[in-house]
C-alpha cells in the first residue's frame, strides 16, 4: 500500500523538476538572444504620487538631512552594519570573518560606459549604452553589484535564475539588495527640498535633483531585467 501511494509522488515530482527545468531553459535562451528592458516608447505624462510636506515639518531635522545629503551625494552607504562606506568600482572591501575577496578591476578612465556595458549580456548593451548617455559626464558609477563588506562580486551577465548566492564563504547577498531597494533617495528628496527652501547648510536644490536622477539611471544601466543579483 505505502508503494502504491508513493510511486504515484515520486513521479509527479521527477515530472515537475523536468518541466521546470526546460522551462527555464527557454526562458534563459530567449533573454540571451533578446533584450530584456522594455522598448522604447513615448513616456507618459508624470503623475505625482506624494504631495509635498510642508517646510515647516523640518524644522530641527536640517543638520540630520543636510548629513545625509552630503553622504549620499559621494555615494557614502550605511548598510546592514557596514559603517559609512563610499561604494564604488575597484573598491577594496575589509572582509568578513577571514574571508575577503579581492577587487574587482577599476573602472578605466574615459570609457566608464563602454566598459560597464560590455560587463552586460550582448543583448541588453546596446540598450545600457543609451541609458547611460543620459547620465552626468562626472557622475562616478555605483558598484550595485558587490557586497562591499566581504569584497564578492556578483556578475550582472548571469541570468537571474543560475545566480549562485548560497554557500559562499562570508559573502551576504542581502548587502547589494538592502542597496537596490533605495532607500536613501527619499531621504535625498528630503534634503532636496530644504534645499530648495534656502535652509541653512544646503547645496543648490539642482545638485541632489542630479544626484537622484544619475542613480537611479546609474541602476537601470547596470541591472538589465532578469539579469544579476538584483
Not at 563602454?114 to 552586460?120: C, D, G, N, T
Not at 534645499?195 to 535633483?209: I, K, N, P
Request: aromatic content about 12%.
Amino acid at each position: 500500500m505505502i508503494k502504491r501511494s508513493f510511486q504515484p509522488r515520486f513521479s509527479r515530482s521527477v515530472f515537475e523538476r523536468a518541466r521546470r527545468r526546460a522551462l527555464a531553459a527557454g526562458l534563459r535562451a530567449r533573454d540571451r538572444l533578446a533584450g530584456t528592458y522594455l522598448p522604447d516608447a513615448t513616456a507618459p505624462p508624470g503623475q505625482l504620487y506624494f504631495q509635498p510636506r510642508e517646510i515647516e515639518r523640518y524644522d530641527g531635522w536640517e543638520p540630520t538631512f543636510s548629513e545625509l545629503g552630503e553622504k549620499y551625494l559621494g555615494h557614502s552607504f550605511d548598510i546592514l552594519g557596514s559603517g559609512w562606506t563610499n561604494v564604488r568600482h575597484g573598491m577594496s572591501c575589509p572582509g568578513v570573518e577571514g574571508n575577503r575577496y579581492e577587487a574587482a578591476p577599476a573602472l578605466p578612465g574615459g570609457r566608464r560606459a563602454a566598459y560597464l556595458a560590455a560587463r552586460l549580456n550582448a543583448s541588453n548593451r546596446r540598450a545600457a549604452l543609451n541609458i547611460r548617455a543620459l547620465i552626468d559626464e562626472d557622475f562616478t558609477p555605483i558598484d550595485w553589484h558587490l557586497d562591499f563588506k566581504s569584497g564578492y562580486r556578483w556578475r550582472e551577465s548571469v541570468w537571474y535564475r543560475d545566480i549562485r548566492y548560497r554557500g559562499v564563504a562570508g559573502a551576504d547577498a542581502k548587502v547589494p539588495w538592502e542597496l537596490a531597494r533605495m532607500h536613501h533617495l527619499a531621504q535625498l528628496a528630503h534634503a532636496h527640498a530644504l534645499a530648495a527652501a534656502e535652509r541653512r547648510g544646503f547645496r543648490g536644490a539642482g545638485e541632489y535633483a542630479r544626484e537622484f536622477r544619475n542613480q537611479v539611471l546609474d541602476f537601470i544601466a547596470a541591472n538589465p531585467p532578469r539579469y544579476g543579483i538584483n
